[in-house]
């Protein structure tokens, strides 16, 4: 792939998870004031209120989705690494070598917080907060790892 349209996708993938990033950020300071949750509180929310965690647990989903599934990649792409067919754990294993994140495993960790708060059980409102509480580090872990490689790879195609 040419210099020029890798920088390019690059710089695409960068603005779309910045977006996920904003918005999840934005919901998260919206809704924080209700955690941890409980089935109790989540029967008691307003539809706004409903709307808020949606979007949290949306923009959280695609962030973490398009950052694992494009980014690690293309970063890896920017540094000459190549990455094609290479299993996603050896991704992982490669940008904590570079220490581009911190440990594969933290990354493993979010992606189950991922999968958790994707399922909806309508019906269960206690497992549901249980599994939204996941959201109280691991936005915060998350949202490191999306400042750093953002910051870094953005100083990289400057340079």
């Known amino acids: 792939?040419?210099?020029?349209?890798?920088s390019d996708?690059?710089?695409n993938t960068l603005l779309i998870c910045d977006m996920h990033y904003q918005r999840m950020i934005f919901a998260w300071?919206?809704?924080?004031?209700?955690?941890?949750?409980?089935?109790?509180?989540?029967?008691?929310?307003?539809p706004v209120e409903l709307a808020l965690f949606d979007q949290l647990i949306y923009r959280f989903l695609k962030l973490?989705?398009?950052m694992g599934s494009r980014l690690f990649r293309q970063i890896l792409e920017m540094l000459g690494e190549d990455v094609s067919g290479t299993p996603f754990i050896d991704i992982l294993n490669k940008m904590e070598k570079l220490v581009l994140i911190e440990k594969a495993e933290v990354?493993?960790?979010?992606?189950?917080?991922?999968?958790a708060i994707s399922h909806e059980y309508?019906?269960?409102l206690d497992e549901q907060a249980g599994e939204l509480n996941l959201l109280i580090t691991d936005?915060?872990?998350l949202s490191d790892i999306w400042l750093k490689l953002k910051d870094y790879t953005l100083s990289r195609l400057k340079g």
């Open 1 to 6: 792939m040419l210099k020029e349209e890798l």
């Open 9 to 11: 996708k690059l710089n």
């Open 29 to 46: 300071d919206q809704v924080k004031k209700h955690f941890p949750v409980s089935g109790n509180i989540l029967k008691s929310l307003t």
């Open 64 to 66: 973490q989705d398009i």
């Open 107 to 115: 990354w493993i960790n979010l992606r189950e917080t991922r999968n």
């Open 122 to 124: 309508p019906f269960d």
């Open 139 to 141: 936005i915060g872990m």
